[in-house]
Structures are given as structure tokens and as C-alpha cells.
């Protein structure tokens, strides 16, 4: 199994520019989310599903999208990118939260600059 | 809201010491409470999960406690050895309409050769 992944490793944006960042699992994990990852902040939870077709919001929402079409995806869309999204994201996943154990599992992360 | 400190930010020991990680958290009704290890520009590895019916986990040369009652976790690294120079980080399991994380901000141990 490869795990988690996560695409690009790195990215430079200029303001006001879009991108998705991909992310991946093949354990068929119903739970997915994305965490930015700050100096001073720690980890803090953009947003996150519960299976496909299921996104809600978490701590930092704004200025990004998300969708889950399938179990295994779940990207991240910048929608017009700003300094303050200068960060490193992380993609999670683990078994649904109704299940006794479950473990989270992250990706390699996306470093991303906003000039 | 919850919030999950640890103490120090910085340690650094010299290489076959034990020594011990601290995370205390101030609402103990947290679900699960996981131990990570981050190395410098990577990402997250499990270390140990401790489900909140548990009081210890082991694997290894590590052991993790966790006592709800004081609200505090504690990562126990035996035998210290340069390859466990990283960034610890400890993080709760809080079920607040669904499952997330609430994390720390980390311990980072440099052993000394």
C-alpha cells in the first residue's frame, strides 16, 4: 500500500492564483482531512469528510474548497490564493469515526509559498 | 475549546538516556490521544495510539501513558539514540460533531552522540 500521498511537494503561487492540491489513500479509509501547519500555530484542521459525498468545515475554512467524489480522493482547492495561505498542508486519513480504533494517518505534505 | 500543551519545546540529551515528553490537555473528554514523530520538511508518522479506555501503549523502545483524570500524556523513550532527533507531537481525539485532531505544539529532542 502507498498510503497516503500527496501532490505537488512543493508549490509557488503568485496572489490571486488557483490550484488544487491532490491527495490520496488506497486503504479505503472512509475519514479524510486537510491540516495546515504553521510556525507558532501547530496543526490546524481546514476541512474534513466522512465519506464520499460528506465535506464540512473545520477550524480555518476560508478561502479553500473541497469535494470527495470518490473514498480514496480528497482535494484541496485555493480559490485565489493570498500570503497568508503560505504554509505546509497535510492530508489525513483513518477508519470512520464510529469505529472503535482508529489511527490517522498522514501524507509527505505540500509546501506551498504565496508571493 | 480544547487546548494541548508541551513542555519543553526543546530538549536536547546525550545519546542512551531514557527520557520522558510531556502533553497535558485541559478537557479530559478527549476519544483517543496519538503520539507523532515528525522529522525536519517531512511528514507526520504514527508513533503510538492510546485509546481513552487505555492507560499505556508500547512499542519498541517507546511507551506512552495517558491519565484523563489530570489530563496529562506522557512519551517515554528508553535507550536514547541519534536516529530519535525529530519533532514530537502529541494530539488529541476529540469527538465535536465529527472526529478531529487537536494538537500540540511539539518537542523538539536532539540525542547527542
Known amino acids: 500500500n502507498a498510503g497516503v500521498t500527496q501532490t505537488p511537494k512543493f508549490q509557488v503561487l503568485k496572489t490571486g492564483q488557483s490550484m488544487t492540491l491532490q491527495c490520496a489513500q488506497d486503504?479505503?479509509?472512509?475519514?479524510m482531512s486537510w491540516y495546515r501547519q504553521d510556525p507558532g500555530m501547530g496543526l490546524r484542521l481546514i476541512h474534513y469528510s466522512v465519506g464520499a459525498g460528506i465535506t464540512d468545515q473545520g477550524e480555518v475554512p476560508n478561502g479553500y474548497n473541497v469535494s470527495r467524489s470518490t473514498t480514496e480522493d480528497f482535494p484541496l482547492r485555493l480559490l485565489s490564493a493570498a500570503p497568508s495561505q503560505t504554509s505546509v498542508y497535510f492530508c489525513?486519513?483513518?477508519?470512520?469515526?464510529?469505529?472503535?480504533?482508529?489511527?490517522?494517518?498522514f501524507g509527505p505534505g505540500t509546501r506551498l509559498t504565496v508571493t | 475549546k480544547q487546548e494541548v500543551t508541551q513542555i519543553p519545546a526543546a530538549l536536547s540529551v546525550p545519546e542512551g538516556e531514557n527520557l520522558v515528553l510531556n502533553c497535558s490537555f485541559t478537557d479530559s473528554a478527549i476519544y483517543n490521544l496519538q503520539w507523532f514523530r515528525q522529522d525536519p520538511g517531512k511528514g507526520l508518522t504514527s508513533l503510538l495510539l492510546i485509546q481513552s479506555s487505555q492507560r499505556e501503549q508500547t512499542s519498541g523502545r517507546l511507551n506512552a501513558s495517558l491519565d484523563k483524570s489530570s489530563g496529562r500524556s506522557t512519551l517515554y523513550i528508553a535507550a536514547s539514540q541519534p536516529g530519535d532527533s525529530a519533532t514530537y507531537l502529541c494530539a488529541d481525539h476529540i469527538i465535536q460533531g465529527a472526529q478531529k485532531l487537536v494538537f500540540g505544539q511539539g518537542t523538539r529532542l536532539t540525542i547527542n552522540p
Open positions: 489525513a486519513s483513518s477508519s470512520h469515526p464510529a469505529r472503535l480504533f482508529y489511527e490517522q494517518y
Open positions: 486503504m479505503n479509509h472512509e475519514y
